[in-house]
């Protein structure tokens, strides 16, 4: 739950600064043609595996300004809620960010974003400088559910208190 509502956050975020949500901008941007494969950033001094897969790190300056005020702003908000002590749902999380981002007169991505299901990224459409052996038609991979699992007492209810 929480990590869908910080992915919907990251998205609506991305998409106001881009027009585009993560996915659809690392899809867009990343070229293993072009050096760093189109990166503008990276944690340490060499590519990493993980560095591609973050949508930040294809942003260029302005972008990277335009989204750091708004996150600024995010985390603004909650700061003075909380100083109030005024509590948020998550929901009320994300009708909130999307009230600042239309307030900054900027385009508010409807939903949690993602790519739409029937629509293949562009360099699935236009070919890729990397051959695909499969002839298949592009789909978007299939999701994921990962299972909770039990750590053997480290929940609530098996704790105790002294």
């Not at 996150?71 to 700061?79: K, R, S, V």
Request: hydrophobic letters at 35%.
């Amino acid at each position: 739950m929480a990590r869908t509502f910080f992915a919907t956050i990251q998205n609506k975020l991305v998409y106001a600064v881009t027009g585009r949500t993560a996915a659809e901008l690392i899809v867009e941007r990343a070229d293993a043609a072009e050096p760093n494969m189109g990166l503008t950033s990276w944690k340490g001094g060499q590519v990493r595996k993980a560095d591609v897969t973050v949508s930040k790190n294809y942003l260029d300056s302005d972008e990277i300004g335009m989204l750091n005020m708004l996150t600024t702003q995010f985390l603004d908000f909650g700061e003075l809620r909380a100083r109030r002590r005024q509590q948020i749902t998550m929901a009320e999380w994300v009708a909130a960010t999307e009230r600042f981002i239309d307030m900054n007169d900027m385009d508010v991505l409807a939903g949690r974003g993602g790519f739409p299901a029937r629509t293949p990224p562009p360099s699935h459409t236009t070919g890729s400088p990397v051959s695909r052996p499969s002839a298949a038609p592009w789909r978007p991979p299939a999701r994921t559910r990962r299972r909770k699992r039990n750590c053997g007492g480290c929940w609530p209810e098996t704790m105790t208190t002294v």
